[in-house]
């Protein structure tokens, strides 16, 4: 519903040291300076990588999010998997998966 | 003249970070020309270099998203990734704000260019610079075509872009280096990454080697979605250096396909 919002207080996060410490200790003060519906308050603090995914976070922000979270490469291809299966397809931007159940591994070639 | 050297390379965060999932032999081939790449720069006796960049959410939103932007500072700072995710340490990465000023300023007698006099490096340029300048003693000068937040500049005017920076570079008395950063296809950080078009990334390659400006202009942006992805909107930083080029036609030092680093990785130089 707010994307531009979601997207910009992770953005905020993603570049800044300072608002990362304050989304650590007091993300809901943090929060309160952008337009977030409650949905995408606990997707942010959790945090729901598959939700915000789907909620169409750009994959970059999302990518770098996640890596501050320190989740694993695979973990985060999987947890947006998961969001899709769990909500649906994504529901707002460029980044959606184009392919339903393939995975593009390492040799180039398409598993199922 | 003092565009001394002017090239393009991959730039995907996988690239470094995951190094150690790729194909080692694939890898190593690749990284080797990333590193003929910096010995060539050091070769062509470059005082600053200036890297066309694809940002991806470190600087520039969309409250306020510039088509262009270039930056004019003395110093700035990255890699703003979890430098152990990216595997790239933080650190201060020279620039030269006199210089930056006066390619600016040449620059927008026909592009209205943005500029910046702060910047903090993602991926798209911590990844060149960790093979190309690993040092970090080589002033840089970032440049920026928004290739992340639609709507997004026109080819067209990318190539328009790329005609004001060699116009530039010639006007300035210091040698400077130029390098494109971008992925040719690639469907990066959603669950497809991996997937690559390299039907599509060999077709795009051949224009770029041959400097084929109408060829290279011709892609719409829904083209490229279909068959190039999202990270395909990034062949604007390539056709900006093609521009540069000023005509010149292309080596392609390395073009192969390399699934975990996201893309086909390329490394390409044009005879100046
Ligand atoms: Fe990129």
Same mark, same amino acid.
């Given at each position: ?10 953005? +905020?996060?993603n570049? /800044? ?9 007091d993300?809901?003060?943090?929060? /309160?300076?952008?337009?977030?519906? /409650? ?6 603090k959790?945090p729901?990588?598959?939700l915000?995914y789907?909620l ?6 999302l990518?770098?999010f996640?890596?501050?979270?320190k ?6 291809l999987?947890?947006?998997? /998961?969001?899709i299966t ?6 707002e ?5 184009t ?5 593009f591994? +390492? ?6 | %003249? ?7 390379c ?12 790729a ?14 790449m ?9 005082e ?5 960049a694809a ?20 110093q ?18 020279p620039?030269n704000s006199?210089?930056s000023?006066r390619?600016?300023t040449?620059? %927008?007698?026909?592009?209205d ?19 190309l ?5 080589l ?28 116009r530039?570079?010639?006007a ?9 950063? =971008?992925?040719?296809?690639h469907?990066?950080a959603?669950?497809?990454?991996g997937?690559?078009?390299?039907e599509?990334?060999?077709?795009? %390659?051949?224009?770029f080697t ?17 068959? =190039? =992805?999202q990270g395909g ?8 250096t093609?521009a ?7 080596d ?6 390399i699934?975990i680093?996201a893309t086909?990785c390329?490394?390409?130089s044009?005879?100046l």
């Amino acid at each position: 519903m707010s994307l531009y919002y979601l997207q910009k207080v992770l953005y +905020d996060i993603n570049r /800044d040291l300072a608002v990362q410490k304050q989304y650590q200790d007091d993300a809901d003060t943090l929060f /309160d300076n952008y337009a977030l519906t /409650d949905e995408e308050r606990n997707a942010l603090k959790q945090p729901d990588i598959g939700l915000l995914y789907v909620l169409g976070v750009n994959g970059q922000i999302l990518m770098h999010f996640a890596a501050f979270h320190k989740i694993e490469w695979a973990d985060y291809l999987q947890l947006m998997r /998961d969001g899709i299966t769990e909500h649906g397809p994504v529901r707002e931007g460029v980044y959606a998966m184009t392919v339903v159940g393939e995975r593009f591994t +390492d040799n180039g070639n398409v598993e199922s | %003249m003092s565009l001394v050297y002017a090239g393009v390379c991959s730039h995907g965060p996988g690239i470094t970070a995951r190094a150690d999932q790729a194909d080692p032999e694939l890898r190593d081939e690749f990284y080797a020309s990333l590193d003929k790449m910096r010995q060539d720069i050091e070769d062509s006796g470059a005082e600053a270099l200036m890297m066309v960049a694809a940002e991806h959410f470190a600087n520039f939103f969309m409250n306020n998203m510039p088509a262009y932007c270039i930056g004019m500072a003395d110093q700035y700072e990255g890699p703003i990734e979890d430098p152990e995710w990216l595997k790239i340490a933080r650190t201060n990465v020279p620039g030269n704000s006199d210089l930056s000023k006066r390619v600016i300023t040449e620059i %927008m007698q026909t592009v209205d260019t943005a500029f910046s006099e702060e910047w903090k490096f993602d991926h798209g340029i911590s990844v060149p610079l960790n093979f190309l300048t690993p040092r970090y003693d080589l002033p840089v000068i970032p440049a920026n075509i928004n290739c992340q937040g639609p709507p997004l500049t026109p080819l067209g005017r990318a190539w328009e872009f790329g005609k004001a920076i060699r116009r530039a570079c010639d006007a300035v008395p210091e040698k400077i280096a130029l390098v494109g950063t =971008g992925g040719i296809s690639h469907w990066p950080a959603t669950p497809d990454s991996g997937k690559i078009n390299l039907e599509w990334d060999a077709e795009f %390659m051949r224009h770029f080697t041959n400097n084929d400006k109408h060829s290279m202009l011709g892609y719409s942006d829904e083209d490229i979605y279909r068959d =190039g =992805g999202q990270g395909g909107y990034e062949i604007r930083t390539f056709i900006a250096t093609a521009a540069a080029a000023n005509g010149a036609k292309a080596d392609v030092h390395f073009f192969k396909p390399i699934p975990i680093f996201a893309t086909s990785c390329v490394c390409a130089s044009f005879q100046l």
